[in-house]
């Protein structure tokens, strides 16, 4: 009776998550979408063989030659029909977002659960929006994140290479998943992870000729070095290094020594914070993968950390943050690893870090992203994981020396 409970729960779910696509879709075509505009404007110059990149521009394409080549498809269809499309390829990178997640944790042929579809979603809202509203790229690129990961440790190093070289192109915070099959010492899918970057680098040349994709990965690294330091004090930003540039920069001008040298100590933050999780995944046992992936908790370290990584992180970047949620949801409510309560202060820690991230009214919602709160929200989400892994290797101590936890009435 349960497991006919449970199927008719997923069967709910995967509906209500099919009329939230339609509902996003039609959201999108209503939208005007920047990030989209700048996509299909890309694409549209691959078509008429115009340069991709000009500095002239205010909004420029960030993405090396071959990303126009995908876009070109999209930009032989009228406009609104392209964002239906682009909101449509956007909705299937969350959805494998959500059955990457479920696979990356408990492994292959483990049936996702109704909660773990959509409560993460859920909690995750706010930035999956953010992200569909403006027609980013960040839910295609986070799915190949987590894709990567999972094919490596199915052994399937092609797929993983390819997966994690199209994303680390794409944004930078993909490095952290490389971090991670470091770690983990998938060397071969890191080796095609290599091959496959230098093969998407050369695809331009199929189109453009050699010369021509030269000249336009030339004025590609152009644009991007051009941007250094735009968007460093933009409410949206929501990156460590911006979070340090904004506060400590009170009251001094964005151009002075003051205002780079906190720049530098939100990078320098950021990265002794990776540096710790990494240390933290390395020590951790890697030996079974018993109901989970291994090193579980350092890799939902890592996606909390991912959003804030890159010194120009959008508020959308922190859609990452469904992977965290999902652990977490998974390691104190949905199946705890004993009978012991689970930390009331992990619970507390990830309510707050919700609620900070759903700050509601325009003046208090700018208030808000001055002081960086989706940054101090991934934070607080990291000291959860953190607490909760304390928790969890607590009791598994307590097993292997043959110590039955208390029942706690709980369940």
Known sequence: MKQIDANQARRFVWLAFGIYVAAMAVAAVLRIQ????????????????????????????????????????????????????WC??????LLAMIVGTNRMIFGRGRTISAAL?????????????????????????????????????????????????????????????????????????????????????????LFFGPRGAMDQTASYVQVVLSMTGRYRLMLTNQSASSAFARILSLGAHPGTAGASASLYAGTAVELALVLAVAIWCAMSPAEGRGAMLPRRFPLAAL???????????????????????AVLLVALWLEPADERDSPRLAWAIVVLSVVLNWIPGKMLNRLALFYS??????????????????????????????VRPAASGRR
């Open 303 to 325: 996606f909390c950390l991912m959003p804030s990584f890159a010194p120009v992180s959008w508020k959308s970047y922190y859609a990452a943050l469904l992977v965290p949620y």
């Open 117 to 205: 579809i959509v409560l993460p979603l859920i909690l995750a809202q706010r930035f999956v929006g953010n992200d569909v509203e403006h027609g980013q790229i960040n839910l295609p690129t986070l799915a190949l994140v987590i894709w990567s990961i999972v094919f490596a440790e199915e052994g399937r190093d092609r797929w993983a290479g390819l997966s994690l070289a199209t994303a680390l192109l794409i944004k930078p915070y993909a490095a952290l998943g490389a971090l991670f099959l470091v770690i983990e010492r998938r060397w071969k899918a890191l080796g095609w992870a290599l091959l496959s970057a230098l093969g998407l680098l050369l695809v331009p040349a």
């Open 34 to 85: 920047g990030d989209f505009n700048v996509y299909y404007r890309a694409g549209t110059r691959v078509l008429h063989g115009a340069a991709l990149y000009r500095l002239d521009e205010s909004s420029h394409f960030l993405y090396a030659p071959v990303f126009a080549l995908m876009f070109a498809p999209l930009a032989a269809l009228p406009l609104k029909a392209a964002q239906l499309a």
């Open 373 to 402: 709160v989706h940054f101090v929200s991934s934070l607080m989400l990291l000291a959860a994981v953190v607490i909760t892994a304390r928790w969890a290797s607590g009791g598994a101590s307590a097993d292997v020396a043959g």
């Open 88 to 93: 449509l390829v956007s909705m299937a990178g």
